[in-house]
């Protein structure tokens, strides 16, 4: 008997130990079935810019702020161009390019490039971050923040890698290739690699245009009030105006001509998975505030109260912000709140504001909804969070939540389900509801279980005017990283959902749906042998050439004559077909034979000149960007203290002009009291005397005469 007591400290340890493992893991589970923290933006679009949605085989024309994730493609035409935006990165295409996303979650950007020039801007690179560039010849991935342009041929047999700054490698052919800030590399073939390294070439409109871009990125007002891990703040400068509140902070107050303007009014809802309904906004700037932050009124004004800014040291406190597909709540009643009045006749919404928990609709585990919530408003706590997720997802109680926004009256926006489902202009279809309706209505933090159609998932474009030819489509491309598996067609996601009652699967559910991870249209790289560059001017591995020209010139020029015009599109002339052609196909890239012999140590010490020189001009560059933003801050500081002195001068104006209305209207009042006094005077005064002398006067006249 002596043993029992013994064994039960072991028992209790062991049982301890189970328990505590197996809670990570049941959070581990949950953590792993809820949807990625962030989503690109297509944030710039212009000329004929065309999307097809993951899953489908639609073109449609490109509408600026779709949120995109993986699977999605996008192709510009002649003379086009494009932004995707990706919180730290923003990925520019020039004409006649063909994207698309292999992968986008929470660590890993994969891109897929059939053609075309590519210009990726990398701002910040975590530790655990992966950014991933897959041609059809090889895979470039970002080692350092910096700057990078991609050039892939038409016949997807040479793809040109230029670093202007930062670091990356190259992995092709059994071999891994290190590229350095200031080499401009082609890369030939696809079993084996030839290798030319060039300098860099001189920029052209493509490399003018994505300067201007970064200016404006690296410039923006906004950054001093929003987190940079907010896609698409950059826009706000020139849309609105940022303004002190105490009670918020500073918030964004956007300029709008709309009389009756309010928040998810002026846009569309498209169904993209795994979150389900989506709000894209009509505005230039239409993304940042309405998939990040709160909305609120102040002074009968709408207001974007933004995510905290980045602190200069991140602490284990900051939160990045997860982006979510739309921070609203949901009308029910009898006419209106499909899936919560229990009448298809129409939906009805309003935006959340700062002091509201935001429920998402979708598949989520508690931390997720912490994040999503904390990392947007700066005024709902972890504690408020719980109890509405308890409420909400774990009881499934339904409770008459009263929301901050709720009772404005400018904020409910309703339309009918068709429209809803369509992707039609909400700001041309609204229904009309009533105010005291609105008021006395219950609300519901879960979007309605709407079943959407395949119009939700193509959303609002028109069908594409111009397409990718069929080969720049189907072409494989080469991935270090084996990527997940193609989104479902659909038909099928469409026959999940509605399976579903209306919602979106979890991750999970997504997952076991798919079909196997191996895509007809990747070859995954294997094992590959570190490698060197060859010095620059030099090349390997070199062909057979005809006329001192390499081959895989003549194969493009082959290529060009057969290969026949984008659809819809008239024949471009030859001058113009060769202003996007890669770096391969200028004069110094030469074959060997053709190539001056060169001392390697003389070879050496100018590459060491100009490493240094590179150096110092890098150096050179972040002294006076610093020197602007320094500038720019000076400025803006004077601007700030000269609104803050006008702002004084106004309330001192104000402040004199009320003392002299209230002086004047205390003089008027003084002055109607003394003539109301001197009324009552002349009032109450006993009426005049009359003289005695004539009195006597009458007496005598009166009397008569005597005998």
């Known amino acids: 008997m002596r043993t029992i007591p013994a064994k039960w400290p072991v028992i209790f340890a062991a049982t301890f130990a189970l328990l505590f493992l197996a809670s990570p893991q049941r959070a581990a589970a949950q953590d792993q079935d809820d949807p990625p923290a962030r989503a690109a933006r297509l944030s710039y679009a212009q000329g004929a810019v065309s999307f097809e949605p993951g899953g489908t085989d639609d073109w449609v024309d490109a509408v600026v702020n779709r949120p995109m994730t993986t699977g999605d493609k996008i192709w510009t035409d002649r003379d086009s ?113 030839d290798v030319n390294v060039q300098g860099l070439p001189d920029d052209d409109d493509f490399d003018r245009w994505n300067g201007d871009r970064d200016r404006r990125w690296d410039h923006s007002t906004a950054a001093r009030y929003v987190s940079d891990d907010v896609v698409g703040y950059e826009d706000l400068d020139e849309s609105g105006g940022w303004r002190e509140v105490p009670e918020y902070g500073t918030i964004w107050f956007p300029h709008t001509t709309i009389v009756g303007w309010a928040p998810y009014r002026y846009g569309h809802w498209v169904w993209i998975s795994p979150w389900g309904w989506t709000w894209v906004d009509d505005a230039p700037w239409g993304f940042a505030p309405f998939h990040y932050g709160r909305w609120v009124v102040v002074g009968g004004v709408w207001g974007w109260v933004p995510s905290p800014p980045r602190p200069a040291v ?49 598949h989520v585990s508690p931390r997720y909804v912490e994040r999503v919530n904390i990392s947007n408003t700066v005024i709902v706590n972890r504690t408020q969070v719980t109890n509405v997720y308890n409420t909400v997802y774990v009881n499934k109680t339904v409770t008459n939540i009263t929301y901050q926004n709720q009772r404005e009256g400018n904020a409910v926006t309703a339309t009918s389900q068709a429209s809803f489902t369509s992707a039609q202009p909400v700001g041309r279809n609204m229904v009309r509801v009533d105010a005291r309706e609105v ?160 001392d390697p140590q003389v070879e050496q010490k100018q590459q060491q000149q100009l490493e240094q020189l590179r150096r110092q001009q890098d150096q050179e560059r972040q002294r006076v960007e610093q020197q602007q933003v320094q500038q720019q801050q000076k400025l803006a500081q004077q601007q700030a203290d000269e609104r803050r002195q006008q702002h004084t001068q106004q309330q001192q104006q104000q402040q004199l002009e009320q003392l002299e209305r209230k002086h004047d209207q205390e003089q008027q009042k003084l002055q109607q009291s003394q003539q109301k006094e001197a009324q009552q005077q002349k009032q109450q005064a006993p009426p005049p005397k009359k003289d005695n002398k004539d009195s006597k006067d009458k007496d005598k006249k009166d009397r008569p005469p005597s005998p």
């Open 314 to 362: 991140v602490t284990v406190a900051y939160v990045r912000p997860v982006y979510a597909p739309a921070l609203v709540a949901w009308v029910g009643g009898p006419r209106f709140g499909v899936g919560v009045g229990g009448v298809a006749g129409g939906v009805a919404w309003f935006p959340l504001g700062p002091r509201d928990v935001y429920c998402p609709s979708y």
């Open 81 to 193: 161009r494009a932004e995707v935006r990706i919180d730290s990165y923003a990925v520019r295409l020039g004409p006649l390019t063909g994207f698309s996303f292999l992968n986008l979650d929470d660590n890993t950007v994969q891109i897929r490039v059939t053609e075309g020039s590519l210009n990726l801007r990398v701002r910040r690179l975590d530790d655990d971050q992966t950014v991933e560039v897959d041609t059809p010849n090889l895979a470039f991935n970002v080692l350092r923040p910096g700057s990078y342009r991609i050039d892939v041929n038409e016949n997807g047999d040479t793809t040109v890698v230029a670093v202007r700054n930062g670091q990356g490698e190259v992995t092709g052919g059994g071999s891994a290739y290190p590229v350095h800030a200031g080499d401009s590399v082609s890369f030939y073939g696809a079993d084996q690699l």
């Open 439 to 598: 008021a006395s209505a219950p609300v519901a933090p879960l979007t309605p279980a709407v079943a959407p159609q395949q119009r939700s998932v193509m959303g609002a474009g028109a069908p594409a005017r111009v397409r990718p030819p069929a080969a720049v489509t189907a072409r494989p491309v080469v991935a270090k990283t084996a990527p997940p598996p193609a989104p479902l067609p659909v038909t099928r996601q469409l026959q999940a959902v509605q399976a579903n009652g209306g919602r979106p699967l979890a991750v999970s559910q997504i997952r076991q749906a798919q079909p196997e991870a191996a895509r007809a249209n990747v070859k995954v790289a294997a094992p590959a042998q570190q490698a060197t560059l060859p010095p620059q001017g030099q090349r390997t591995n070199s062909r057979p050439t005809q006329n001192n020209q390499p081959a895989v010139q003549t194969q493009q020029n082959q290529q060009n004559n057969n290969r026949p015009a984008t659809t819809n599109q008239p024949n471009q002339p030859a001058a113009q077909q060769n202003v996007n052609r890669p770096a391969n196909n200028r004069a110094n890239d030469r074959p060997p034979s053709a190539q001056p012999k060169v």
